[in-house]
């Protein structure tokens, strides 16, 4: 750890750095950029607390990614919420205890652990196996998670979890339904920052605001539904003011068609479209068990992507804010063929070109053909990329292609697939393109190393400079961890090369050289040796310094 001496005792222009332990000699440094900055410091004495927690980092190598949860057993099933001041939240399913209970931990822009012991554990499930839950964060900063809980019966749960780590809604989170009905729980946002729950309860959607102090904002949760049919919560998002929007899967019988609807409620919890639903995709049927995301346009309207069967094709609708439909009455297919199954689409937005962009994975039926492939609506819902849009993975002969993806990498749409010539032996792949389609990489970018990759994250990291996570599971069966890479602009891996920003936020302040006193002495190939001499020291310290932000 590291002690760094206040300007009163140090002098104004000077400042003392100890590292506490060994020899605890003083290193005294000038800081003349430093005048009237007391506050930037004192900022870094956190960080480099902070410092002594983590065990990884965001890195160049794609074989060596950064370790964001490991144990024993089971860590699955990761969501990813951006921090606006920068860095990220990671929730996911923690089995080293004798059950799945979800954890969080807060990530900063290098992907390093703030919080010890790995984050913190939101709650005892008392659950042997996994099903669905929610992360979202509130307007004060603060991760929520919503889940099961089957301790004194079954129930909905929702917990807080404040920036520095702590549970801010009681040991075991606040009760919002205790049923045996209840299942399917989901976590979101309104437009203005309230966290949002919601669940499927007796065949019903659910969806309820909760108060900063993690209480019920309405009298009772606001239901989605439609005549007898079953409607089953898919989605939260957020709206415009305070508004969420929530999807469902819309079913009469268990074997008959599955479509999608959506309904936008206010901040009291009145229901702002026409009281049948916005009807996004009516004609045909969802595969069995499949409950689509959508995303928010940042406007209060939503973008939704999704795949039908008989045949395996994929769509595309937009939504705006008084829920008229965009892209048509049943959505945009991304091609006009269907000669190949196209499926597990995902869908991005660019509010500068108002684009929207759209992945999935390809197949030849009956063979072992696969790719990938993306396309890019304009807000009439217009093929820009043309009637197949393009195959940013190849089809080719291999075991399996899956998990395509797609994220804004600043102003590009970026892509991503996981493709496996043999079991266990999987690459996931990163393609950038323009606006017009053409690739902006000379080849793909390997995100990965040869191995297990499961389910993945691929989402726009907050702040500058621009980047996108990956954020995968891998391992055993039974033993898994949950892996990440950062992704940025250029096509490289890791920690973007910047003058002295080495937490990626685009300024260069106290928590900077909090990072750099954390690994003092450090070598062999540490992103924060900035003068690449192979240890980090004062040298390093002096580039920083010269680059730091008035």
């Known amino acids: 750890m590291w002690w760094i001496c206040p300007f009163s005792l140090c002098g104004d222009n000077y400042l003392q750095i100890q590292r506490l332990g060994g020899d605890r000699v003083w290193h005294t440094v000038s800081m003349q950029p430093f005048n009237a900055k007391t506050g930037a410091v004192a900022a870094t004495v956190a960080m480099c607390m902070a410092c002594a927690n983590a065990v990884a980092q965001f890195t160049s190598d794609p074989n060596a990614p950064d370790v964001l949860a490991a144990g024993t057993n089971d860590q699955v099933q990761s969501k990813v919420v951006n921090i606006p001041t920068g860095g990220f939240y990671m929730s996911w399913y923690d089995n080293s205890t004798g059950g799945y209970d979800p954890w969080v931990q807060r990530y900063d822009a290098n992907g390093i652990g703030l919080w010890p012991n790995k984050g913190v554990r939101v709650l005892d499930t008392n659950f042997s196996s996994t099903e669905d839950y929610g992360l979202t964060s509130d307007a004060a900063g603060n991760a929520v998670i919503v889940t099961r809980s089957d301790i004194g019966g079954l129930k909905i749960i929702a917990q807080a979890v404040s920036p520095s780590g702590v549970l801010l809604w009681g040991a075991n989170g606040v009760t919002l339904s205790a049923s045996s009905a209840v299942n399917a729980p989901k976590a979101g946002r309104a437009g203005d920052g309230a966290a949002v729950a919601g669940w499927t309860e007796s065949s019903r959607a659910k969806v309820m605001r909760l108060t900063p102090e993690g209480t019920a904002a309405w009298a009772t949760a606001a239901t989605i539904s439609d005549g007898t049919a079953t409607t089953f919560l898919s989605d939260l998002q957020p709206g415009d003011g305070g508004t969420v929007i929530a999807s469902v899967v819309r079913y009469t019988t268990f074997t008959g068609a599955k479509t999608i609807q959506a309904q936008k409620f206010s901040s009291t919890g009145v229901a702002q479209w026409a009281a049948t639903n916005v009807r996004v995709f009516t004609t045909g049927s969802l ?70 962009y759209v992945s999935w994975n390809e197949h030849v039926p009956n063979s072992s053909i696969y790719g990938s492939g993306g396309q890019s609506f304009a807000e009439d819902g217009t093929r820009l990329w043309g009637d197949t849009g393009v195959t940013f993975s190849p089809t080719a002969t291999t075991y399996e292609e899956t998990q395509a993806r797609v994220a804004m990498l600043g102003e590009f749409p970026t892509f991503s697939s996981v493709r496996s010539p043999a079991y266990g032996s999987q690459t996931a792949r990163a393609y950038s393109y323009d606006s017009l389609g053409t690739p902006r990489w000379a080849s793909p970018v390997a995100l990965t190393g040869v191995g297990f990759v499961g389910r993945m994250v691929f989402m726009a990291a907050s702040g500058t400079p621009a980047g996108v ?82």
């Open 287 to 356: 595969q069995f068990g499949n409950f689509p995301s959508f995303i928010s346009d940042g406007e209060g309207g939503a973008i939704f992507s999704w795949y039908a069967t008989g045949p395996l094709q994929s769509y595309a609708q937009w939504v705006t804010p008084t829920g008229a439909l965009r892209f048509g009455t049943n959505g945009a297919g991304v091609t006009a063929t269907t000669t190949l199954e196209r499926v597990a689409p995902t869908a991005a937005y660019d509010p500068t070109l108002r684009r929207v």
């Open 469 to 550: 996570h990956a954020i995968w599971e891998s391992g055993a069966v039974g033993d898994t961890d949950i892996l990440g890479a950062r992704l940025n602009v250029d096509g490289s891996l890791g920690i973007p090369s910047v003058c002295g920003d080495l937490n990626g936020d685009g300024i260069v302040n106290g928590a900077d050289l909090g990072l750099l006193l954390g690994a003092w002495g450090i070598a062999n190939g540490s992103p924060y040796d900035l003068n690449h001499d192979g240890v980090i020291d004062g040298a390093d310290l002096g580039l920083l310094l010269g680059c730091w932000t008035n």
